[in-house]
């Protein structure tokens, strides 16, 4: 059974740091190209930043590039994202997501076939 477990959100405030990570379990990690997603009240779900199998190229969204810096471990399975930067505007849920793919493909949804449960970030003052 695949999992994506997420973890680190929480309340920041505006300006500060956070950084999450999501443990991924049931699949062979290295092999496949993971995602962060984010999803604000009231709105759909926002594609935030790619990562290839291999960690050695990383993508972003216009809203978060230069802001949020995704890696990702293969020897402990973990894919992180660092936020830095935060502003209200980042409040949302945020979600891990695993690839059909070893290479990213931007901004569409339709290559993840595994999400985690999401983790709350807040950023307000």
């Known amino acids: 059974e695949v999992l994506l477990v997420e973890s680190g959100g929480g309340l920041v405030q505006p300006g500060g740091s956070l950084r999450l990570s999501c443990v991924g379990s049931?699949?062979?990690?290295?092999?496949?190209?993971m995602g962060w997603v984010r999803q604000a009240p009231g709105k759909g779900p926002e594609w935030l930043s790619g990562?290839?199998?291999?960690?050695?190229?990383?993508y972003y969204s216009d809203s978060v590039k230069g802001r949020f810096t995704v890696s990702k471990d293969n020897a402990k399975n973990t894919l992180y994202l660092q936020m830095n930067s935060l502003k209200p505007e980042d409040t949302a849920v945020y979600y891990c997501?695993?690839?059909?793919?070893?290479?990213?493909?931007?901004?569409?949804?339709?290559?993840?076939?595994?999400w985690g449960q999401g983790t709350q970030v807040t950023v307000s003052s």
């Open positions: 997501a695993k690839s059909r793919e070893q290479t990213v493909r931007t901004v569409v949804l339709g290559p993840y076939d595994y």
């Open positions: 049931g699949f062979t990690f290295s092999m496949y190209a």
């Open positions: 990562i290839n199998s291999g960690g050695g190229s990383t």
